[in-house]
């Protein structure tokens, strides 16, 4: 759970799709977290998937899951200057049922009007 | 408000003086966490309360650190004799069960000058 990886930067313009992501460490993982961070600003949990599930959408936000690959991703449907911000996966700790967060180093979104 | 609620927001200290935060966690939450976020890189976690009882430290956690939570409620987290290195984003999360969903507050920056 410790190597949660992303890409660091992604640019999109205004009304375009953004595609964020990850990729986790642990297969016996059985939630992924995605949390959004504004400049300054704590962590707001933007959704999750559960890891018996290939795909979960919520309005603008559709997440895919690859558990062969373990490979996550976050796509953001008509991106919005709003949307620019950090995109963090994050994976629970299995090694103990009490819940910590691994998490990736964040995904710098920057939307171009 | 019901969200997780963290004071200060800022902090500046010296180097060699003790720093105590708060944090406020969601009321029915039983389960309450600590991160510590540097620049360019996710939250990393410190430490774990289910109730008042402490069940997790971080080898992050140096003995100049020490967290309470006495009532179950809110948590305290204090750094005594700071250093230039623990400046960084505190960030205090709740959740009502393990593995769920974890709710961050906004976060207490800290600059040890």
């Known amino acids: 759970g410790e190597d949660v990886e992303q890409s660091l930067f992604l640019s999109v313009r205004e009304g375009d799709s953004s595609v964020i992501n990850c990729t986790y460490t642990?297969?016996?993982?059985?939630?992924l977290y995605w949390y959004k961070q504004e400049p300054g600003a704590g962590l707001q949990l933007l959704t999750y998937?559960?890891?018996?599930?290939d795909m979960k959408q919520d309005q603008r936000l559709t997440v895919l899951l690859n558990k062969k690959d373990k490979h996550l991703s976050l796509r953001i449907a008509d991106t919005q200057t709003g949307d620019s911000a950090i995109y963090f996966c994050?994976?629970?700790?299995?090694?103990?049922?009490?819940?910590?967060?691994?998490f990736g180093r964040g995904t710098q979104l920057t939307v171009w009007p | 408000d019901t969200g997780v609620s963290q004071n200060p927001r800022h902090k500046i200290t010296k180097r060699g003086q003790n720093v105590t935060f708060r944090c406020d966690p969601i009321?029915?939450?039983?389960?309450l966490y600590w991160y510590r976020q540097t620049l360019g890189q996710g939250p990393e976690f410190l430490t774990y309360?289910?109730?008042?009882?402490?069940?997790?430290k971080s080898r992050l956690l140096s003995d100049r650190f020490s967290a309470e939570r006495p009532k179950g409620s809110f948590s305290t987290l204090e750094i005594q004799r700071t250093e230039q290195g623990d400046s960084a984003m505190y960030l205090c999360?709740?959740?009502?069960?393990?593995?769920?969903?974890?709710?961050f507050g906004p976060g207490t920056r800290l600059t040890v000058t």
């Open positions: 009321s029915e939450h039983n389960r």
């Open positions: 642990d297969s016996s993982s059985t939630y």
């Open positions: 998937i559960f890891s018996n599930m």
């Open positions: 999360a709740s959740s009502s069960r393990g593995e769920g969903e974890q709710y």
């Open positions: 309360f289910q109730n008042e009882a402490q069940l997790e």
């Open positions: 994050a994976e629970p700790d299995r090694g103990s049922t009490l819940g910590r967060l691994y």
